[in-house]
Nanobody
């Protein structure tokens, strides 16, 4: 599975951005869940949001009420609508897909898209 993110950029505090991630490849129909993680220099990659094939979502506490994850299964695309952005949301955002291969679940990652506070 290949994942390609887009939508990052400069945004002022309080602003909004929408990230997109398109999945492709032979095993795209074996994707069980998709999600977003983020990472800043010197820190570990942290969970942001996740959505299953059935539409069940969960969020990190730090983004609840501000970020919304959604998924278009026809387009094999997951979105992250980010509202009321804060300086601490500045990070590289990575798309993730949990891919079921036989009895295993493997993680696929995108290359990342940078979200930067311009305040």
């Amino acid at each position: 599975v290949q994942l390609v993110e887009s939508g990052g950029g400069l945004v002022q505090a309080g602003g909004s951005l929408r990230l997109s991630c398109v999945a492709s490849g032979r095993d795209v129909f074996n994707i069980n869940a998709m999600g977003w993680y983020r990472q800043t220099p010197g820190k570990q990659r942290e969970f942001v949001a996740r959505i299953t094939n059935n539409g069940i979502t969960n969020y990190a506490d730090s983004v609840k009420g501000r970020f919304t994850i959604s998924r278009d299964n026809v387009k094999n695309t997951v979105y992250l609508q980010m509202n009321n952005l804060k300086p601490e949301d500045t990070a590289v955002y990575y798309c993730n897909a949990a891919v079921g291969i036989g009895t295993e679940t493997l993680d696929a990652w995108g290359q990342g898209t940078l979200v930067t506070d311009s305040s």
